[in-house]
């Protein structure tokens, strides 16, 4: 048989030759450090044999140096954990351990009283390195559904019986490593002793399958690395983005709270609310500059709105339904339906398009208990929601309009972004035939590479609608996020009716644009919040300026001193409180307000106050129509 290198170079192998063979014949120093090898786009363990066929298979042997290699081990070490797991605690119920991002998990249903928490982490972690010095091999085995059926059930492992039975499929593969079998696909490495360096990190619980009408499990989160020095470096960053917590900080700079009585619902304080509206405000400016008008739509629509878009067929278990008079009405996921809705209410003509409209209206999904987190998954939220109703030739130029519009607004707040063009998921989840999708998919990349961006493409991660495209940031600890899409649409006009009237007399239907660039404003303040650790920039700090007096004599001039800062538009406080200067320096500092403004006997004579900036210290004395003039400045020029 034939296998094909990256370089273009062929092997010849012997017929079953294995993933080993094809490293040991290239070099005895690649087969020691290989891990796994990738065939044809699969990543494969490296003692299955290689598939013999007319052309050569196109492999890559993956080492150390290659991300897919490191994911690997992580699957290795999830096994690794049930396997202690179940050493010791021998009736746990065993579920489901993947990789993940940055590291792995797995899922355990623990006996009645038994409970494991944080505390029992170390313990497992012990007994994990036991099986890891050990160098348990991992083998594979092939055996039929049926067989693997009834030695799970006498097993009592009703998880694995239950994903076996779902799978619909004759056989189904099993990997041995030490004393633990498991029901999975792969792959996995040579063996245990791969895994350098790992740590348990947490422990959660998670529902079977995600459905809150299925057990609670016991989910212990853990991550593992080729050396002990990126596993260090891994916890290092672990700890600063705990300390950017968004909710932390959110609890700490005063902005916002939750509580249970509104699940996945903020509760803004006036300074977390200052914030959401010069957020707010901002995106309108922007947007009106721009030639976006904008609108308002009703909150509640009966189901016949959604049946037309086709979000009660795909969407409905993520809409809050309630009934009214023999109806059934759900509350608005998204405003594009009303949108659209609204856009049938007037006749149109060519003359009319582009209409750009813009809502930040209020929205409510219904997530999953277990999804909530913060800002960055909400079920009550309000996004930047524009749609661009347009004529096809119109196209290209409004994808670019928003592309241009998208990098005005992340380069104010220095995020870099990368650019994905998002494309059809399967069958089951889209509407629109493949003509459709084609069609979409080829405006938004022909319009991508118009105004040179630089893009991937990530298959099947389109709207259940149409194709997008996806704008990411990535922040100052490394982790991506998405904040903008664009997305292209016939299906929604055509499903509404929408029409306009052409230069040709004729009707015709719009082409539909979605455009959100911040995303949900409360996401996009999480996102801000971590990124900056709190650090807002001035512009946008809630509180710009806080007046400090040394002491209560000085407390009349304080005033005057933050009445000209407010008559400027400052967002200014005043620490009244009779404390020492030092306390209330170290409080402004905590709030992280970027000008603190102290005034004494000297500053209360001259009309000047004492300029300390947040974490850079005293800036010397300064009269207050000097600093009222920067201060200014620096918020118009959003420095």
């Avoid at 079953?16 to 796994?36: K, P």
């Avoid at 299906?491 to 009707?507: I, Q, V």
Wanted: aromatic share 8%.
């Amino acid at each position: 048989m034939t296998a094909e290198l990256p370089n273009g170079d062929r092997l010849e192998l012997p017929d079953g030759a294995t993933g080993s063979d094809a490293a040991r014949s290239i070099g005895e120093g690649l087969a020691r450090a290989a891990i796994a090898i990738e065939v044809d786009g699969e990543i494969r363990d490296l003692g299955r044999p290689l598939p013999d066929g007319d052309s050569p298979a196109r492999i890559r042997i993956l080492t150390e140096r290659d991300p897919e290699a490191l994911q690997v081990i992580r699957h290795d070490a999830a096994h690794v954990l049930a396997t202690a797991v179940k050493e010791l605690y021998p009736d746990v119920k065993i579920s489901i351990g993947p990789p993940i991002d940055d590291g792995f998990y797995y899922d355990f249903d623990f006996p009645d009283g038994v409970k494991v928490g944080e505390d029992d982490l170390e313990r497992i972690e012990q007994k994990m390195r036991e099986h890891i010095k050990a160098d348990e091999q991992f083998e594979r085995t092939d055996i039929s559904s049926a067989e693997a059926l009834e030695r799970f059930r006498a097993e009592h492992e009703d998880y694995k019986v239950e994903l076996i039975e779902d799978l619909d499929t004759d056989t189904v593969s099993l990997y041995r490593n030490g004393p633990f079998t498991d029901l999975c696909r792969g792959p996995h490495g040579p063996g245990t002793k791969r895994i350098k360096a790992l740590k348990l990190t947490s422990v959660a619980g998670a529902y079977w399958r995600g459905d809150s009408n299925r057990p609670m499990l016991t989910r212990i989160y853990g991550t593992a690395f080729f050396s002990k020095e990126q596993l260090d470096e891994h916890l290092r960053r672990i700890e600063e983005a705990k300390a950017r917590d968004h909710r932390k900080l959110g609890r700490e700079l005063g902005l916002f709270d939750f509580d249970p009585v509104s699940p996945g619902s903020t509760f803004w304080t006036p300074k977390g609310t200052t914030l959401y509206n010069q957020i707010v405000a901002l995106s309108r400016t922007m947007q009106e500059e721009r030639g976006y008008v904008e609108v308002k739509t009703p909150l509640v629509y009966e189901s016949t709105l959604w049946e037309t878009s086709g979000h009660w067929g795909k969407y409905k278990e993520n809409i809050f339904v309630t009934q009214y008079e023999d109806r059934e009405f759900g509350f608005k996921p998204m405003n594009c339906p009303g949108h659209c809705k609204l856009y049938s209410l007037q006749r149109w003509s060519y003359r009319d398009l582009p209409f750009r409209c813009a809502e930040p209206g209020l929205l409510h999904r219904r997530e999953p208990s277990g999804t909530l987190h913060g800002l960055l998954r909400v079920r009550h939220f309000i996004q930047d929601d524009a749609h661009i109703f347009c004529r096809e030739d119109q196209v290209a130029d409004e994808v670019e309009r928003c592309m241009s519009f998208a990098h005005d607004i992340y380069r104010m707040f220095d995020f870099p972004v990368h650019v994905e063009l998002s494309t059809r998921p399967d069958p089951e989840h889209r509407l629109g035939d493949d003509a459709f999708w084609d069609k979409t998919e080829s405006m938004l990349r022909e319009a991508l590479e118009a105004g040179g961006h630089d893009y991937r493409v990530a298959e099947g991660e389109g709207a259940f609608y149409a194709p997008k495209i996806d704008l990411h940031m990535t922040d100052s600890l490394g982790r991506s996020w998405q904040l903008g899409t664009v997305q292209l649409d016939y299906n929604m006009p055509e499903r509404f009716g929408l029409t306009y009237s052409g230069a040709d007399n004729a009707e015709h239907m719009p082409v539909m644009i979605h455009r959100a660039l911040f995303g949900s404003f409360e996401r996009f303040i999480g996102i801000l919040l971590e990124h900056t650790a709190g650090e807002l920039p001035f512009w946008l700090a809630p509180v710009q300026t806080t007046v400090l007096p040394i002491a209560d004599r000085h407390l009349d001039y304080a005033q005057q001193v933050a009445e000209q800062l407010r008559d400027a538009g400052l967002r200014t406080d005043l620490d009244e409180r009779t404390e020492s200067i030092g306390k209330k320096i170290r409080s402004a500092e905590l709030e992280k307000i970027p000008y603190m403004l102290v005034v004494g006997d000297r500053e209360a004579e001259n009309g000047e106050v004492g300029v300390r900036r947040h974490r850079e210290g005293d800036l010397g004395s300064m009269p207050v129509k000097d600093l009222v003039e920067r201060l200014v400045a620096a918020t118009l020029d959003r420095e």
